[in-house]
């Protein structure tokens, strides 16, 4: 086996006892246990994988399976009769393409709203030094120990006043400002080097200027997963567009998945509609994967 195998120091105390044949070392039995650690942790990685990823693969399968097939007894890794028909007859059955436009809309808007707010209010609770900052901060951050649902009744009061239940306005306004966005962008700046601001100062930049054309583009990490965070939980949000929508037209494609359900559902067709719903999230996680693995760890770690 190679010693290649072994990283580090450890190869090369490896490679100086075999070469010399240092008396008592066994260096055979040391590489097969690196190689029996690398194998375990590997292996367990591989069947974490395996049951994470289990419920798409069968979400896929059904969808490509006729209804009466989703249920049937046994574990089958393929369907008996492979129905692509099952994806046209969802949108020509259902307003799914509706649903989908809908659900866009609203992620967008949410998500650009988002950003926004929690950008400059985490900058400012971040860089910008003024009385109470601290004890406001903490009694915003808070508000994260509120459930929604306990929220949830005076929205909508609300936007009732505001007359615009059964609107777009209705479903964006209340999520346009996220607690969460503005702690994690709140952290982020807080590790940011204040070299490059007194620089900036310096030169007369002042706050916003410095904002956009200094800490933005060095923040592009943290609001890639800020991006994701924002888009996927408007995407995923049911209670809030239940409640506030009533007409078919303003559907979102969470309430569309609920409404197909029956005492006679084709499965088949839901879950058909369910994968077309969730490529959406995967083309922006593709997209976006590479600044949101690097923008985690750089969020949050400084209190």
């Not at 910008?128 to 808070?142: K, M, T």
């Not at 909508?156 to 609107?167: A, E, K, M, P």
């Not at 559902?265 to 879950?271: A, H, I, P, R, V």
Request: net charge positive.
């Amino acid at each position: 086996m190679a010693l290649l195998e072994v990283p580090g120091r450890e190869a090369g105390r490896l490679g100086i006892a075999r070469r010399w044949g240092i008396p008592g070392f066994d260096w055979r039995g040391a590489v097969a246990r690196r190689f029996l650690q690398h194998a375990g942790v590997y292996a367990f990685l591989v069947a974490a994988a395996a049951v994470v990823l289990l419920p798409y693969y069968w979400m896929l399968t059904s969808s490509l399976a006729p209804g009466g097939q989703t249920f049937s007894a046994g574990l089958r890794f393929l369907p008996e009769e492979v129905r692509w028909q099952n994806y046209l007859d969802v949108l020509l059955k259902y307003h799914l393409d509706r649903w989908l436009l809908n659900s866009t809309i609203v992620a967008v808007f949410e998500t650009a709203g988002v950003l926004v707010t929690s950008i400059l209010a985490g900058y400012a609770f971040g860089r910008l030094r003024f009385w109470g900052r601290d004890a406001l901060f903490f009694v915003y951050l808070a508000t994260l120990m509120i459930p929604g649902q306990v929220t949830l009744i005076p929205s909508f009061l609300v936007i009732r006043y505001l007359g615009l239940i059964n609107t777009y306005q209705g479903l964006i306004i209340p999520k346009l400002c996220g607690f969460f966005g503005v702690f994690l962008m709140r952290q982020f700046f807080l590790s940011f080097p204040p070299e490059l601001e007194d620089a900036a100062c310096i030169d007369g930049s002042g706050r916003l200027r410095t904002l956009w054309q200094i800490v933005l583009p060095l923040s592009r990490p943290a609001v890639a997963a800020l991006s994701i965070f924002a888009f996927t939980g408007s995407w995923n949000d049911f209670l809030w567009p239940l409640v506030v929508v009533g007409s078919e037209r303003l559907k979102t494609v969470q309430l569309g998945l609920a409404a197909m359900k029956s005492e006679t559902t084709d499965w088949g067709l839901l879950m058909a509609a369910a994968v077309l719903s969730a490529l959406p999230l995967l083309v922006l996680y593709a997209l976006l994967q590479r600044r949101f693995l690097r923008g985690i760890p750089t969020t949050g770690l400084k209190a």
